[in-house]
T-cell receptor, first 115, second 107 residues
Framework: ETGVTQTPRHLVMGMTNKKSLKCEQH?????MYWYKQSAKKPLELMFV???????ENNSVPSRFSPECPNSSHLFLHLHTLQPEDSALYLC??????????????FGPGTRLTVL | RKEVEQDPGPFNVPEGATVAFNCTYS??????FFWYRQDCRKEPKLLMS???SGNEDGRFTAQLNRASQYISLLIRDSKLSDSATYLC????????FGDGTTLTVKP
Protein backbone atom coordinates (compact mmCIF):
# COMPACT_ATOMS: atom_id res chain seq x y z
CA GLU A 1 0.00 0.00 0.00
CA THR A 2 2.67 2.52 0.94
CA GLY A 3 5.25 1.37 -1.59
CA VAL A 4 7.72 0.42 1.15
CA THR A 5 8.13 -3.26 1.93
CA GLN A 6 10.06 -4.94 4.70
CA THR A 7 11.11 -8.54 5.23
CA PRO A 8 10.86 -10.51 7.34
CA ARG A 9 7.78 -9.24 9.15
CA HIS A 10 8.65 -11.21 12.26
CA LEU A 11 12.04 -12.49 13.43
CA VAL A 12 13.10 -14.41 16.50
CA MET A 13 16.82 -14.78 17.04
CA GLY A 14 19.28 -15.84 19.69
CA MET A 15 21.96 -13.52 20.98
CA THR A 16 24.67 -15.30 19.01
CA ASN A 17 22.83 -15.30 15.68
CA LYS A 18 23.47 -13.08 12.68
CA LYS A 19 20.48 -11.94 10.68
CA SER A 20 19.57 -9.16 8.28
CA LEU A 21 16.48 -7.02 7.84
CA LYS A 22 15.59 -5.88 4.35
CA CYS A 23 13.69 -2.83 3.16
CA GLU A 24 12.72 -1.96 -0.38
CA GLN A 25 10.95 1.15 -1.63
CA HIS A 26 9.14 1.42 -4.94
CA UNK A 27 8.51 5.17 -4.78
CA UNK A 28 11.58 6.49 -6.58
CA UNK A 29 12.81 8.14 -3.39
CA UNK A 30 16.41 9.00 -2.59
CA UNK A 31 16.41 8.93 1.21
CA MET A 32 15.88 5.92 3.44
CA TYR A 33 15.68 5.62 7.20
CA TRP A 34 15.84 3.00 9.94
CA TYR A 35 13.85 3.57 13.13
CA LYS A 36 13.55 1.48 16.29
CA GLN A 37 10.35 1.47 18.32
CA SER A 38 10.31 -0.43 21.59
CA ALA A 39 6.99 -1.41 23.15
CA LYS A 40 4.87 1.65 23.94
CA LYS A 41 7.82 3.96 23.31
CA PRO A 42 8.39 6.74 20.76
CA LEU A 43 10.19 6.27 17.47
CA GLU A 44 13.98 6.40 17.71
CA LEU A 45 15.84 7.37 14.55
CA MET A 46 18.79 5.05 13.98
CA PHE A 47 20.28 5.70 10.54
CA VAL A 48 19.64 7.90 7.53
CA UNK A 49 20.87 7.39 3.98
CA UNK A 50 20.56 10.11 1.35
CA UNK A 51 21.50 9.20 -2.21
CA UNK A 52 23.14 6.00 -0.84
CA UNK A 53 25.39 7.93 1.55
CA UNK A 54 24.95 7.56 5.29
CA UNK A 55 24.18 10.99 6.68
CA GLU A 56 23.15 10.13 10.20
CA ASN A 57 24.06 7.55 12.81
CA ASN A 58 22.26 8.29 16.04
CA SER A 59 24.83 6.74 18.39
CA VAL A 60 23.67 3.27 17.44
CA PRO A 61 25.69 0.33 18.86
CA SER A 62 27.96 -1.40 16.36
CA ARG A 63 25.97 -4.63 16.65
CA PHE A 64 23.61 -2.88 14.19
CA SER A 65 25.21 -2.39 10.79
CA PRO A 66 23.30 -0.68 7.97
CA GLU A 67 23.91 -1.13 4.27
CA CYS A 68 22.45 0.82 1.37
CA PRO A 69 23.54 -0.67 -1.96
CA ASN A 70 21.24 1.59 -3.98
CA SER A 71 18.49 4.12 -3.42
CA SER A 72 15.79 1.46 -3.43
CA HIS A 73 17.22 -0.98 -0.93
CA LEU A 74 18.27 -0.72 2.68
CA PHE A 75 19.51 -3.46 4.96
CA LEU A 76 20.11 -3.69 8.67
CA HIS A 77 22.58 -6.40 9.61
CA LEU A 78 22.26 -7.71 13.13
CA HIS A 79 24.80 -9.63 15.20
CA THR A 80 25.25 -10.47 18.88
CA LEU A 81 22.10 -8.63 19.84
CA GLN A 82 20.79 -8.24 23.38
CA PRO A 83 17.26 -8.94 24.65
CA GLU A 84 16.70 -5.18 25.04
CA ASP A 85 17.09 -4.87 21.26
CA SER A 86 13.71 -6.57 20.88
CA ALA A 87 11.50 -3.99 19.18
CA LEU A 88 9.67 -3.03 16.00
CA TYR A 89 12.18 -1.93 13.37
CA LEU A 90 10.66 0.45 10.86
CA CYS A 91 12.05 1.50 7.53
CA UNK A 92 10.92 4.71 5.85
CA UNK A 93 11.72 6.56 2.66
CA UNK A 94 11.31 10.11 1.41
CA UNK A 95 12.14 12.06 -1.72
CA UNK A 96 15.34 13.30 -0.13
CA UNK A 97 16.57 13.87 3.40
CA UNK A 98 16.75 17.62 3.35
CA UNK A 99 13.64 18.43 1.39
CA UNK A 100 11.69 21.17 3.10
CA UNK A 101 8.36 19.64 2.31
CA UNK A 102 9.48 16.07 2.54
CA UNK A 103 7.08 13.37 3.66
CA UNK A 104 8.28 10.04 4.98
CA UNK A 105 6.50 6.83 4.05
CA PHE A 106 6.90 3.84 6.32
CA GLY A 107 7.09 0.13 5.72
CA PRO A 108 5.09 -2.28 7.90
CA GLY A 109 8.09 -3.01 10.12
CA THR A 110 9.92 -6.10 11.31
CA ARG A 111 8.99 -7.24 14.80
CA LEU A 112 12.22 -8.57 16.29
CA THR A 113 12.48 -10.71 19.38
CA VAL A 114 15.92 -11.49 20.81
CA LEU A 115 16.02 -14.46 23.17
CA ARG B 1 14.32 21.02 25.37
CA LYS B 2 13.06 18.67 22.68
CA GLU B 3 12.74 20.02 19.16
CA VAL B 4 9.16 18.79 18.95
CA GLU B 5 6.97 18.32 22.04
CA GLN B 6 3.59 16.71 22.41
CA ASP B 7 1.39 15.97 25.41
CA PRO B 8 1.65 12.16 25.61
CA GLY B 9 -1.86 11.82 27.02
CA PRO B 10 -3.60 9.47 27.10
CA PHE B 11 -6.72 11.30 26.03
CA ASN B 12 -9.79 9.21 26.83
CA VAL B 13 -12.95 10.59 25.24
CA PRO B 14 -16.46 9.28 24.54
CA GLU B 15 -17.68 8.68 21.01
CA GLY B 16 -18.91 11.86 19.42
CA ALA B 17 -16.62 14.13 21.44
CA THR B 18 -14.37 16.78 19.99
CA VAL B 19 -10.73 16.50 20.95
CA ALA B 20 -7.72 18.66 20.18
CA PHE B 21 -3.99 18.01 20.36
CA ASN B 22 -1.22 20.55 20.32
CA CYS B 23 2.39 20.15 19.29
CA THR B 24 5.07 22.77 19.93
CA TYR B 25 8.33 23.12 18.05
CA SER B 26 11.51 24.98 18.89
CA UNK B 27 13.04 25.77 15.50
CA UNK B 28 11.53 28.94 14.10
CA UNK B 29 12.98 28.07 10.68
CA UNK B 30 10.66 25.06 10.39
CA UNK B 31 8.93 25.05 7.05
CA UNK B 32 6.58 22.11 6.82
CA PHE B 33 4.40 20.27 9.26
CA PHE B 34 2.50 17.02 9.28
CA TRP B 35 0.30 14.83 11.43
CA TYR B 36 0.75 11.07 11.29
CA ARG B 37 -1.39 8.39 12.84
CA GLN B 38 0.01 5.17 14.30
CA ASP B 39 -2.23 2.28 15.25
CA CYS B 40 -1.09 -0.20 17.88
CA ARG B 41 1.73 -2.42 16.55
CA LYS B 42 1.54 -0.83 13.10
CA GLU B 43 3.60 1.67 11.16
CA PRO B 44 2.92 5.43 11.22
CA LYS B 45 0.83 6.67 8.31
CA LEU B 46 0.47 10.20 7.03
CA LEU B 47 -2.82 11.70 8.19
CA MET B 48 -2.53 15.20 6.80
CA SER B 49 -0.15 18.03 6.04
CA UNK B 50 -0.56 21.29 7.92
CA UNK B 51 -0.71 24.51 5.93
CA UNK B 52 -0.36 28.09 7.10
CA SER B 53 -3.96 28.84 6.26
CA GLY B 54 -5.17 25.78 8.13
CA ASN B 55 -6.74 22.83 6.41
CA GLU B 56 -9.60 20.45 6.90
CA ASP B 57 -10.19 16.87 5.84
CA GLY B 58 -13.60 15.64 6.88
CA ARG B 59 -13.72 15.55 10.67
CA PHE B 60 -10.05 16.52 10.99
CA THR B 61 -8.77 20.11 11.08
CA ALA B 62 -5.12 21.08 11.30
CA GLN B 63 -3.88 24.54 12.22
CA LEU B 64 -0.48 26.19 12.28
CA ASN B 65 0.46 29.09 14.56
CA ARG B 66 3.92 30.29 13.52
CA ALA B 67 4.05 33.12 16.05
CA SER B 68 3.61 30.74 18.97
CA GLN B 69 5.33 27.86 17.18
CA TYR B 70 2.70 25.21 17.53
CA ILE B 71 0.45 23.11 15.37
CA SER B 72 -2.84 21.60 16.37
CA LEU B 73 -5.11 18.77 15.29
CA LEU B 74 -8.83 18.90 15.98
CA ILE B 75 -10.98 15.80 15.65
CA ARG B 76 -14.74 16.32 15.63
CA ASP B 77 -17.40 13.66 16.23
CA SER B 78 -14.83 11.10 17.44
CA LYS B 79 -15.24 7.51 16.28
CA LEU B 80 -13.99 4.35 17.97
CA SER B 81 -11.71 3.90 14.96
CA ASP B 82 -9.93 7.18 15.75
CA SER B 83 -8.23 5.47 18.69
CA ALA B 84 -4.52 5.63 17.88
CA THR B 85 -1.35 7.55 18.60
CA TYR B 86 -1.04 10.83 16.73
CA LEU B 87 2.47 11.94 15.81
CA CYS B 88 3.41 15.49 15.01
CA UNK B 89 6.23 15.98 12.46
CA UNK B 90 8.12 19.20 11.91
CA UNK B 91 10.53 19.74 9.02
CA UNK B 92 13.31 22.34 9.26
CA UNK B 93 15.41 20.87 6.50
CA UNK B 94 14.79 17.38 7.81
CA UNK B 95 11.88 15.77 9.58
CA UNK B 96 11.67 15.47 13.35
CA PHE B 97 8.95 13.32 14.91
CA GLY B 98 7.25 14.08 18.19
CA ASP B 99 6.77 11.29 20.72
CA GLY B 100 3.05 11.07 20.00
CA THR B 101 -0.25 11.64 21.77
CA THR B 102 -2.41 8.62 22.52
CA LEU B 103 -6.15 8.88 21.96
CA THR B 104 -8.69 6.32 23.15
CA VAL B 105 -12.30 6.80 22.06
CA LYS B 106 -14.75 4.85 24.19
CA PRO B 107 -18.34 3.79 23.48
Amino acid sequence: ETGVTQTPRHLVMGMTNKKSLKCEQHLGHNAMYWYKQSAKKPLELMFVYNFKEQTENNSVPSRFSPECPNSSHLFLHLHTLQPEDSALYLCASSQEETGNTDTQYFGPGTRLTVL
Amino acid sequence: RKEVEQDPGPFNVPEGATVAFNCTYSNSASQSFFWYRQDCRKEPKLLMSVYSSGNEDGRFTAQLNRASQYISLLIRDSKLSDSATYLCVVNAGKSTFGDGTTLTVKP
